[in-house]
């Protein structure tokens, strides 16, 4: 599975959207992205995942550059319950197996 | 999303000691079930992989006889903690994947179980 690389941290005022980025250069065609947070303390919770579209869904938004190199993860209302660390993860579509090989995530502080 | 549970959610045990770790699939049938370890700050490191009825995979450096797992069923899945050690203290995690009402082989972690070890 192809590495991933984010930035340690970042802070986003709440109420306000929440853009975290994720390089994954080494990407391979038949690779998906997924998006997990795990909110301390707690097991990691899925949020989104794509291939070369962009996805929606009730938590976020997934926007993937065209040549899928790179992504961005968007919380278009962050909140303090938002508070979290964020993995970016490339693995083969979840159907037909694969792992989920954590990287070290962004941690995201959303303040008042 | 479905659910898994594990248990205990909090463990204190004393050096040498055994320790025990269930991990649940409440309303799937886990055909996969993966176990991570977390140290403090750090990130999830993925300890092994084992599917129902078959040996556990030990990712590199992984203690195999320390670190005993159990796949016995499509909904249960334990990690033995054997003749723990302080520094085997750390968040422990799993992970369960099987087919859902979608088609897809979901994947789904649990809520984690705290060791510490004195």
């Known amino acids: 599975d192809a590495k991933t690389t984010q930035p340690p941290s970042m802070d986003c005022a709440e109420g306000r959207a929440a853009n975290l980025p994720c390089n994954h250069s080494?990407?391979?065609?038949?690779?998906?992205v997924y998006w997990y947070r795990q909110i301390h303390s707690q097991g990691p919770q899925y949020i989104i995942h794509?291939?070369?579209n962009n996805e929606t869904n009730e938590m976020a938004s997934l926007i993937i550059t065209e040549d899928r190199k790179s992504s961005t993860l968007i919380l278009p209302h962050a909140t303090l319950r938002d508070t979290a660390v964020y993995y970016c993860?490339?693995?083969?579509?979840?159907?037909?197996?694969?792992?989920?090989?954590f990287g070290q995530g962004t941690e995201l502080s959303v303040k008042p | 999303g479905a659910v898994v549970s594990q248990h205990p959610s909090r463990v204190i045990c004393k050096s040498g000691t055994s320790v025990k770790i269930e991990c649940r699939s409440l309303d799937f049938q886990a055909t996969t079930m993966f176990w991570y370890r977390q140290f403090p700050k750090q990130s999830l490191m993925l300890m092994a992989t084992?599917?129902?009825?078959?040996?556990?995979?030990?990712e590199q450096g992984v203690e195999k006889d320390k670190f005993l797992i159990n796949h016995a069923s499509l909904t249960l899945s334990t990690l033995t903690v054997t003749s723990a050690h302080p520094e085997d203290s750390s968040f422990y995690i799993c992970?369960?994947?099987?087919?859902?009402?979608?088609?897809?082989?979901?994947?789904?972690f649990g809520p984690g179980t705290r060791l510490t070890v004195l």
């Open positions: 084992s599917n129902e009825g078959s040996k556990a995979t030990y």
């Open positions: 992970s369960a994947r099987g087919p859902t009402a979608g088609g897809y082989n979901e994947q789904f």
């Open positions: 794509g291939l070369k």
């Open positions: 993860i490339v693995r083969v579509d979840r159907r037909w197996g694969g792992k989920l090989i």
């Open positions: 080494t990407i391979s065609g038949n690779e998906y």
